[in-house]
């Protein structure tokens, strides 16, 4: 079980909002690098980057930030990005920064042809970042809820060739208030490609339920805020989970 700590980027800085509001933030490092070196130096194996800032916008905001980094880290550990990226010209330079996947959210429920395209092009690296709440799939920022099931959604994009999803329950991201499993196991159940969990990681509690259903297809689980709180040691969680799972 892979415990990513996440480094949410807002204007250069490493911030964590409540349910995707970026009027709701708090800035814990004005040096992301070396957040995400302290990171690396507890046993992190890999490293989740988002550029809020891009994911509004639909383009890089946070690319300074982000090559900092990758740069810092890059050849150490796995270094994954969403947020703002919509074209193939973005992923072939950040992958050749040095990341080693890249997340494609929005885009992929909105524009498939552009995922099948990133999926073809660079295959292995390629994310898909699904986000819903009561099992509908949002986009924009979480800004909006569209139609679509998540489940219907993963097995489309499972067909594309993603490497793997990351699902996040936007009700309870950045809210302490605990994973959601049930909805996480459906979802995985549901694919073969692994499925990273996201949304709400509050405590040990959390990652000895996900290390309970790894054999489902979950591969490791984003941890945000509970691990800048100190809700979480995640040095001790990272051990924890290993010693569960071997």
Not at 11 to 22: A, E, I, N, P, T
Not at 25 to 54: C, I, Q, Y
Not at 68 to 76: P, Q, R, S, T
Not at 84 to 106: F, M, P, Q
Request: proline share 2%.
């Amino acid at each position: 079980m892979l415990l990513i700590p996440a480094i949410d980027l807002k204007d250069g800085h490493c911030v964590r909002l409540q349910q995707g509001d970026m009027k709701l933030s708090t800035t814990f490092s004005e040096e992301p690098s070396v957040m995400a070196r302290s990171w690396v130096d507890k046993g992190a194996r890999r490293v989740h980057l988002v550029d809020l800032n891009g994911a509004f916008a639909g383009q890089p905001k946070n690319e300074a930030a982000i090559r900092k980094i990758l740069k810092n880290i890059g050849n150490e550990v796995d270094v994954q990005l969403g947020g703002g990226i919509r074209d193939l010209d973005t992923i072939e330079r950040y992958l050749d920064a040095g990341l080693r996947y890249v997340i494609i959210g929005t885009a992929a429920v909105r524009n498939p042809g552009f995922l099948q395209d990133a999926c073809t092009a660079f295959g292995g690296h390629i994310i898909v970042g699904l986000d819903a709440k009561d099992g509908k799939v949002a986009t924009d920022g979480w800004s909006k809820l569209t139609r679509h099931d998540v489940v219907d959604l993963g097995k489309k994009f499972e067909d594309f060739g993603v490497e793997s999803i990351i699902y996040t329950d936007i009700g309870r991201d950045g809210m302490l208030t605990g994973i959601n499993i049930e909805a996480t196991v459906r979802l995985a159940q549901a694919l073969t490609i692994p499925v990273i969990a996201s949304g709400g990681l509050s405590n040990m509690a959390d990652i000895e339920a996900l290390c309970a259903v790894e054999d489902e297809g979950i591969e490791g689980v984003i941890c945000g805020r509970a691990i800048y709180s100190g809700d979480l040691d995640f040095e001790a969680a990272q051990e924890r989970a290993d010693e569960l799972n071997g």
